[in-house]
């Protein structure tokens, strides 16, 4: 049905003048006015931080600027290693498994295991839901931070920043250290042998422009052992021009 008002021209309620004279079709209708649900949301979905340590964001007044530098709040994902400390249940699960075991308190910042739901075959205090934890991306640009997120996915239980840098006992410098550690990522086979053959055909002011697509669109592992590997033949026609004539 349509609901039509004439209203007084003096005054421009836009939000009335919306109610008064919007449309309501049939079904629309008849399920209002069963009183049936008009929208749900299913299953529960909870964003979890991903953010380097001591990343964390911070709002801050010019009263509490050092505090606040001092002790930053608490994320999701410190958060995370902190339970894992004193939870043998949450060692055994991955950052995005946590929500379906664990809800969020925002206002003291930490998880609590769900006192709802059902029993975990072995742990008869831990109760899971089908609730699901999302992660924000992270460009691969910012490659700490990437890399950082790629270790959360398939590290189970880590209770620090530095226990997620550690691999076979070893602590590495960077997180994509640990990723190649932990063999996460291509490595640049592909890439050497596609190199390696265009040489072979390819004039030298050709073979920069490969690299330069390469490192700019396929992301390899480790850029500076090809530059490294392959300086000399890029040159080849600013240390040799005669090469170019021939070629």
């Avoid at 109610?19 to 049939?26: D, E, H, I, P």
């Avoid at 006015?33 to 749900?40: D, E, L, Q, R, S």
């Avoid at 969020?104 to 609590?112: E, I, R, V």
């Avoid at 790629?150 to 920043?161: C, E, Y």
């Amino acid at each position: 049905m349509a609901v039509f008002g004439l209203q007084s021209s003096n005054t421009n309620d836009e939000i009335s003048r919306y109610q008064v004279g919007r449309y309501v079709n049939c079904n629309e209708a008849i399920w209002r006015i069963f009183a049936f649900p008009i929208h749900k949301r299913h299953p529960t979905v909870m964003h979890l931080m991903v953010n380097l340590e001591n990343g964390q964001r911070v709002y801050f007044t010019a009263s509490n600027a050092t505090q606040r530098a001092e002790t930053p709040p608490a994320t999701t994902l410190t958060s995370f290693f902190a339970i894992c400390q004193s939870d043998q249940f949450a060692r055994t699960l991955l950052y995005s498994e946590m929500p379906c075991y664990y809800t969020w308190n925002a206002s003291s910042k930490n998880f609590q295991r769900r006192k709802q739901g059902d029993a975990v075959l072995g742990y008869p205090d831990v109760r899971s839901t089908d609730a699901l934890g999302r992660m924000y991306t992270v460009h691969p640009k910012n490659d700490e931070c990437f890399y950082l997120r790629l270790l959360l996915v398939n590290v189970r239980g880590p209770t620090s920043f530095e226990t997620l840098r550690t691999v076979n006992g070893v602590i590495f410098p960077t997180y994509r250290a640990a990723c190649e550690e932990l063999n996460l990522l291509e490595n640049d086979t592909h890439w050497d042998t596609t190199i390696a053959e265009a040489i072979i055909s390819a004039s030298p002011s050709q073979i920069p422009t490969l690299f330069a697509i390469i490192i700019s669109t396929c992301f390899p592992s480790n850029p500076c052992n090809l530059w490294h590997k392959y300086k000399d033949n890029m040159s080849e026609d600013i240390l040799r021009p005669e090469i170019t004539i021939l070629r």
